[in-house]
């Protein structure tokens, strides 16, 4: 099974909203925190939101007051909520641990984030 598995992306115009999801295979994970990270072509990839396992949040700057993220540990899931979307939000979305480094960490095939009128 694949641990990690990105779902939710998509076109949008700037202004508008998407949800993503990662669904997790195995219990470990609702007891790590998660984060969502984002690679843009060309720049390096960011952590932009993470959540503890008592479910709170850290957010980057850049996405502060737009994001939310949350998880489901019944359904071993966590979410990103994007509101305001704008062109620079554009990336591929992935979720993994926080740190990325550590034992549990999995880079999935991620989800796609277009962000263009």
């Known amino acids: 099974q694949v641990p990690l598995v990105e779902s939710g992306g998509g076109l949008v115009q700037p202004g508008g909203s998407l949800r993503l999801s990662c669904a997790a295979s195995?219990?470990?994970?609702?007891?790590?925190?998660m984060g969502w990270y984002r690679q843009a072509p060309g720049k390096q990839r960011e952590l932009v939101a993470s959540?503890?396992?008592?479910?709170?949040?850290n957010y980057a700057d850049s996405v502060k007051g737009r994001f939310t993220m949350s998880r489901d540990n019944a359904k071993n899931t966590f979410y990103l909520q994007m509101n305001s979307l704008k062109p620079e939000d554009t990336a591929v979305y992935y979720c993994?641990?926080?740190?990325?480094?550590?034992?549990?960490?999995?880079w999935g095939q991620g989800t796609q984030v277009t962000v263009s009128s």
């Open positions: 993994n641990t926080v740190p990325s480094s550590g034992r549990y960490s999995y």
């Open positions: 195995g219990s470990i994970f609702s007891i790590l925190q």
């Open positions: 959540i503890t396992v008592g479910g709170s949040t």
